[in-house]
């Protein structure tokens, strides 16, 4: 066996004293084929349904153009984020949360009072989206079966709720895998529902008219575009790579790229036909969520079990996000409040579990139902905190860690990346404010919208 590839392979200073979180949650047991699984789940949700919408914003050639550079770029950043993971691991230190990694690399502050409180943020509000989501879809099945029914959306929200309270007692990251493959099988199905019901729409007599001009007023049509950019950056958003690159087995050199390769695969088949043929058949009336386009009023314009059949795959995947944004929750409950030392199935660290994990949820779903128009606050995170911790920290992470030439064609690439981020997230957190103030007006505390 070669030398230098044990030095490589083996940890100069393994990790020890793993704190409970870290040692429950983050365990590192899965193949490059199970971080695909967990890398599509993070990023390919039903978000990817308002990909038409944000195309309305752009246009034809911006929508299509950074529809595929935002892929470019992230998977690139992902790559560098795994490399510089792998890189320290060499050197005695693999860093298994976000936070660790800011704070070896950056310095203790950035992990502690940045990345940390940033990525949780990011990630619970994730798991509130879902369940708006997830109560919303299931209203639409709901109104498909009764259209007169007088059930109201917080109803809904609570149902979702409580599937995904049973969801959050899987124990560890790695325990998901099977529910995460689960998960990119239903997103490839939404996916093609969505393109052919848009296809055949477009392509029938009960097409609506095709606008794809924007908006005269130069003020909405440049605050129209932030947003979409914000809308599509979103979408391929991930913040939890260093906590997925931490379920895999060591040694982890390459299967992190492997899984970035599953993940992107699975987006160029969903991300483009979607985006696409929604635009294409709806124009500027593609709404938030192109299902809802398959509705005239009252009138379904595609068969009733299409849009049934749709709405559960959707449905049933949200569920499945909703519990991988939860993972960075339980790590830090887990972290406080279980015994490292006692077996993670014991009543000491059992009972602790239930309870702070349920509570977690039950916090979610109250939200959830009170803030219906959640999505926009989000969309304010999206642009302050998906865009830094996926667009530019890891040119950052890079830069610092490798510390390439300032002449080379990397350390200007990286830093254009972080400086062109760092722009939009500025513009998009104002666009992104703007359409608050404007929906504001329209909604209000556990509206049933």
């Known amino acids: 066996m070669d030398v230098s590839t044990i030095a490589v392979e083996t940890p100069i200073n393994p990790p020890k004293d793993?704190?409970?979180?870290?040692?429950?949650?983050?365990?590192?047991?899965?193949?490059?084929?199970?971080?695909?699984?967990?890398?599509?789940?993070?990023i390919v949700a039903p978000v990817l349904l308002s990909l038409p919408y944000a195309m309305g914003l752009l246009g034809w050639v911006a929508g299509v153009v950074w529809l595929a550079l935002a892929a470019l770029v992230t998977f690139y950043s992902y790559n560098l984020l795994s490399l510089v993971l792998e890189h320290h691991a060499k050197l005695g230190h693999r860093h298994l949360r976000f936070r660790d990694m800011a704070t070896h690399i950056l310095g203790p502050g950035w992990g502690r009072y940045f990345v940390g409180p940033l990525q949780f943020v990011i990630c619970y509000g994730a798991v509130i989206?879902?369940?708006?989501?997830?109560?919303?879809?299931?209203?639409?099945?709901?109104?498909?079966?009764?259209?007169?029914?007088?059930?109201?959306?917080?109803?809904?929200i609570i149902m979702f709720g409580v599937l995904l309270l049973f969801l959050a007692q899987i124990p560890s990251f790695h325990s998901l895998r099977h529910i995460n493959l689960i998960s990119l099988v239903l997103c490839l199905a939404y996916s093609a529902c969505a393109a052919a019901g848009s296809?055949?729409?477009?392509?029938?007599?009960?097409?609506?008219?095709?606008?794809?001009?924007l908006s005269d007023d130069r003020a909405?049509?440049?605050?129209?575009?932030?947003?979409?950019?914000?809308?599509?950056?979103t979408t391929y958003a991930s913040g939890i790579i260093p906590e997925i690159q931490a379920t895999i087995a060591p040694p982890v050199t390459g299967k992190m790229f492997k899984g970035l390769c599953i993940c992107y695969t699975v987006i160029i088949l969903t991300y483009f036909s979607v985006g696409i043929s929604g635009y294409w058949a709806f124009g500027n009336d593609a709404q938030g969520s192109v299902l809802s386009n398959f509705i005239d009023g009252d009138n379904p314009l595609l068969p009733t079990w299409f849009l049934l059949m749709t709405n559960v795959f959707t449905l049933t995947q949200l569920a499945a996000v909703g519990v991988i944004y939860l993972q960075p929750t339980n790590e830090v409950l887990e972290g406080f409040f279980a015994n490292p030392k006692k077996d993670p199935f014991s009543l000491r660290n059992t009972i602790p579990r239930l309870i702070f994990r349920s509570l977690t949820v039950v916090i979610g779903t109250t939200m959830a139902a009170m803030l219906p128009f959640f999505g926009d606050i989000m969309a304010l995170f999206g642009a302050v905190g998906c865009i830094p911790l996926d667009f530019i920290l890891p040119m950052?992470?890079?830069?610092?860690?490798?510390?390439?030439?300032?002449?080379?064609?990397?350390?200007?690439?990286n830093t254009t990346i972080a400086v062109v981020s760092s722009a939009l997230a500025a513009v998009g957190a104002v666009s992104s404010v703007r359409q608050m103030v404007v929906d504001t007006?329209?909604?209000?505390?556990?509206?049933?919208?």
């Open 129 to 156: 989206v879902c369940s708006l989501l997830g109560g919303q879809s299931l209203k639409y099945i709901y109104l498909l079966c009764r259209p007169n029914g007088g059930m109201q959306l917080y109803q809904f």
């Open 199 to 213: 296809i055949h729409i477009g392509s029938s007599s009960k097409a609506p008219p095709k606008d794809y001009s």
């Open 18 to 42: 793993l704190d409970a979180g870290a040692l429950f949650v983050l365990k590192s047991k899965g193949s490059w084929l199970h971080c695909g699984y967990h890398l599509t789940t993070s």
């Open 220 to 233: 909405n049509r440049l605050f129209g575009a932030f947003n979409g950019i914000s809308i599509i950056a």
């Open 396 to 413: 950052i992470f890079y830069n610092v860690s490798f510390k390439p030439s300032k002449k080379s064609l990397v350390f200007w690439i």
């Open 441 to 449: 007006k329209t909604y209000h505390l556990f509206a049933n919208v």
